[in-house]
């Protein structure tokens, strides 16, 4: 048991930490879908004629490891804050259960970034 005297800070400050590994994971999601998606744009250029550089055939595996990266951050900010969760007393939460939305925001974000690599693999 942590000693924090029942101090609502120690835990706010615990669900922002979190919250940042939350904004980080999906960031870099965003980031892979993006560059996995522009491969298909250059290959959309290359059927219409347009120029294209080359060597555009890496950018969806180049994507899926970021979205990969971005599942595996997103994993350790909520297993991190499970665990620090679990070592707080009831007493020291703001509410018996304030910690069952924001796990379940980050397992379903981890869950969709999985079917994110998916859809850009397949």
């Given at each position: ?11 706010f400050a615990a669900e922002r930490t ?77 509410s018996p259960h304030a910690e069952i ?22």
């Amino acid at each position: 048991m942590l000693n924090t005297d029942a101090d609502p800070r120690i835990y706010f400050a615990a669900e922002r930490t979190f919250l940042a590994w939350l904004r980080t994971g999906i960031t870099v999601m965003a980031l892979g879908f993006v560059v996995a998606r522009f491969g298909l744009f250059l290959r959309i250029l290359r059927a219409q004629g347009g120029p294209v550089p080359p060597g555009t055939g890496l950018s969806p595996y180049l994507g899926a490891v970021l979205v990969v990266l971005g599942v595996i951050a997103t994993g350790a900010g909520t297993r991190r804050y499970q665990k620090f969760c679990q070592r707080l007393g009831r007493s020291e939460m703001p509410s018996p259960h304030a910690e069952i939305t924001p796990l379940l925001l980050g397992w379903s974000l981890m869950v969709l970034g999985i079917v994110m690599v998916v859809v850009l693999l397949v």
